[in-house]
């Protein structure tokens, strides 16, 4: 029966699936293999020993598997760590911005109650935009005539003075600073008490010049300058009094003599404005 | 087209499968199966399975894959006749084809083995199954068989060579019958080196 081929064929591969269907149902849920765990340990004896030497000769072939599967690993964790480093560095600048705009905020606070600023009724703003020049005569604020902002109002930060409203829009407003050409502002030195004029200084961007009413003036290199908030005369400000506007950086004894003029640096920085207060109520003019 | 029908008669070097099919259980238990990027995805011996059955048709493909799968289910401690049914299969499956199609061209062994691959895969889950064990057919499921499939297809072609050099015994050429005996079966193009030339 068996020497045809193809009916030999179907018998044996019968009988495999069959031993193998028995097999599986003998041996299911057991873990010994039941009644072949004899059979299961004539192979194991047998085929342990080779399994054995076979894994230790095969173990430098493992581990250089191992060493590129580990590469792999390390190259994405490589670049998992790199885009958390982003991460962290992000939050990092995002939290010195946070301290910088909040040590600026407490500046302003604080000068605010120092002099007295409530009754100035101050409105806080925040410059969004600046001249191009390298000169920066002009800030752009987000506040405007919806918020009480007027033309000529004064505008300071947590520093001093910065300069005085010159253009209002419903939402935003212009800010001449006190080193433009067209700023002056009446203040006196504390110490000597000479009063003069602060106005731009020529030629040197970002600095100021005090023309004294006096010559022979006791001023001295460091002396603060403060707003004068003289009320009438030639000499009438806009800006309250007793506000930091600088302090004597370079005294010339020949142009002091001459001229009546000393060279002073503005308390605040104006190149780095963010935050700034316009005081919308001048009371002494009430 | 050179075609072997099942009805012939073929000379199978039992000693060189026996050392096929232990260098292909040691390869996969002690190596493959250890290895991170192959561990739980390729199975070495389904290849060496596919390969034996190419070569020398279902019947010897068939009882090559029950006895390797059995001594691999012993090895494993687990329960007998799952690798042994799956691996018959696998063995069957490719002697049949090399029966009825002679598959020709080397390339041809990346779709056999990736489907070697599956069917071992598949029949696993399938046993799985009717075992009672349940098998939840989710993603790591999906991504496993994959993987299974994509090193089937990419260790075919070496597994394929490897078994043919151990296996396939290489007569001394006689000067009357040099072409006809020796190249013929590589002349049709076929993966089996069993050609007429080797009919008896």
Do not use: C
Request: net charge positive; glycine share 12%.
């Amino acid at each position: 029966m068996l020497n045809d081929p193809f009916r030999r064929r179907r018998v044996v591969l019968a009988l495999l699936v069959g031993v193998s269907l028995v097999l599986l149902t003998a041996t299911f849920g057991s873990s010994d293999s039941g009644p072949l765990r004899p059979v299961r340990n004539v192979v194991m004896t047998v085929l342990g020993p080779i399994e054995e030497g076979a894994s230790a000769v095969l173990k430098p072939v493992r581990d250089l598997f191992g060493w590129f599967g580990s590469t792999l690993d390390a190259k994405g964790d490589a670049k998992r760590f790199k885009k958390e480093r982003d991460e962290l560095r992000r939050q990092i600048v995002d939290g010195k911005a946070a301290l910088a705009e909040n040590d600026r905020l407490r500046r302003l606070v604080g000068l605010s109650r120092r002099l007295g600023l409530s009754d100035y009724r101050p409105v806080s703003a925040t410059v969004i935009g600046r001249s191009p020049t390298v000169w920066f005569a002009t800030v752009q604020i987000d506040h405007g005539s919806d918020d009480g902002v007027r033309v000529n109002q004064p505008v300071i930060d947590g520093d001093g003075v910065v300069g005085i409203i010159s253009a209002v829009t419903p939402g935003t407003a212009v800010v001449t600073l006190i080193t433009d050409r067209e700023s002056g502002v009446s203040v006196r030195a504390i110490g000597p008490g000479d009063e003069g004029t602060v106005v731009a200084a020529d030629g040197t961007p970002g600095m100021l010049s005090m023309e004294l009413l006096s010559r022979h003036s006791g001023i001295r290199v460091g002396d603060p300058i403060v707003t004068a908030g003289t009320r009438s005369g030639p000499l009438a400000t806009l800006f309250p009094p007793n506000l930091p506007v600088g302090f004597v950086s370079r005294i010339d004894p020949d142009r002091l003599q001459t001229d009546g003029v000393v060279e002073v640096r503005p308390q605040a920085d104006l190149n780095h404005l963010d935050e700034v207060v316009v005081l919308t109520r001048s009371t002494w003019r009430q | 087209m050179a075609t072997v029908s099942s009805g012939d008669r073929i000379e199978v070097p039992r000693g060189r499968l026996v050392l096929a099919g232990s260098i292909g259980l040691i390869l996969q238990v002690s190596l493959v199966s250890q290895v991170s990027p192959f561990s739980g995805s390729a199975d070495v011996v389904a290849l060496v399975v596919m390969s034996v059955g190419l070569l020398f048709g279902s019947l010897p493909g068939a009882i090559f894959g029950f006895g390797v799968g059995l001594i691999l289910d012993l090895l494993l401690i687990q329960t007998l006749g799952q690798y042994a049914l799956i691996y018959l299969a696998v063995g069957y499956g490719a002697g049949r084809l090399m029966e009825l199609r002679t598959p020709s061209g080397r390339l041809v062994l990346l779709p056999l083995g990736a489907a070697a691959a599956g069917t071992v895969t598949l029949g696993f889950g399938l046993l799985q199954v009717l075992l009672g064990g349940g098998a939840n057919l989710n993603v790591v499921v999906l991504r496993q068989t994959a993987l299974a499939v994509l090193w089937g297809a990419l260790l075919a072609i070496p597994v394929d060579a490897m078994v043919r050099k151990i296996v396939v015994v290489r007569r001394k050429a006689r000067p009357d019958n040099t072409r006809s005996g020796r190249s013929h079966a590589y002349a049709t193009g076929g993966l089996s080196p069993l050609g007429p030339g080797r009919k008896r």
